[in-house]
């Protein structure tokens, strides 16, 4: 994975609120990672639906 797929920033910030606990590195390339195999594997949902838009329905 080339890329951080998530806010961080938005990510910390919503555990600060909701927790007052701290985030680690660690923790946000381990949720990077998650949104990226959702994400692939929601591609391959609508192309073997023979789509070229992924839908909310793609995420299983």
């Known amino acids: 994975m080339?890329?951080?797929l998530i806010?961080?920033?938005k990510v910390r910030k919503f555990?600060?609120?909701k927790?007052?606990?701290n985030t680690s590195a660690e923790f946000l390339?381990?949720?990077s990672k998650q949104v990226e195999t959702v994400c692939l594997?929601?591609?391959e949902q609508a192309k073997a639906e023979k789509?070229?838009?992924v839908k909310a329905r793609?995420?299983?």
């Open 29 to 31: 390339e381990a949720l």
């Open 7 to 9: 806010v961080s920033s």
């Open 19 to 21: 927790a007052e606990f």
């Open 15 to 17: 555990i600060s609120e």
């Open 41 to 43: 594997n929601a591609i």
């Open 58 to 60: 793609d995420i299983s």
């Open 51 to 53: 789509r070229k838009t």
């Open 2 to 4: 080339a890329d951080v």
